[in-house]
């Protein structure tokens, strides 16, 4: 019932600039926090950015800080994660999640994930 809808996706040169979307519905409204996840070809998948739902804090992996934004719209129920200076190494399937316990924001535990939308990054 809980769904969780990535798009934003595609092909960026190196430099350039992507924003994913993450819309969210069946009964997540209260939800605590919301994270991008990040799994490369070959790789285990990543935490890559994470929000609480309410207060707006935020948190980065170091390799995006000062290059990711992670957002929200409440009112919309969204999620979003803007890239710039993109990176070869950026490249990978970018999955949204939800559903992590109070405090947890900033690790694995999420319960619901989207399908993932590709991002290639070429050099």
């Known amino acids: 019932q809980v769904q969780l809808v990535e798009s934003g996706g595609g092909l960026v040169q190196a430099g350039g600039s992507l924003r994913l979307s993450c819309a969210a519905s069946?009964?997540?409204?209260?939800?605590?926090?919301m994270a991008w996840f990040r799994q490369a070809p070959g790789k285990e998948r990543v935490l890559v950015a994470s929000?609480?739902?309410?207060?707006?804090?935020?948190s980065y992996a170091d390799s995006v800080k000062g290059r990711f934004t992670i957002s929200r719209d409440n009112a919309k129920n969204t999620l979003y994660l803007q890239m710039s200076s993109l990176k070869p190494e950026d490249t990978g399937v970018y999955y949204c999640?939800?559903?992590?316990?109070?405090?947890?924001?900033?690790?694995?535990?999420?319960?619901?994930w989207g399908q993932g939308t590709q991002v290639t990054v070429s050099s």
């Open positions: 999640a939800a559903g992590v316990t109070y405090g947890r924001a900033w690790s694995p535990e999420y319960r619901y």
């Open positions: 929000i609480t739902w309410t207060s707006g804090s935020t």
């Open positions: 069946g009964g997540i409204v209260s939800n605590y926090a």
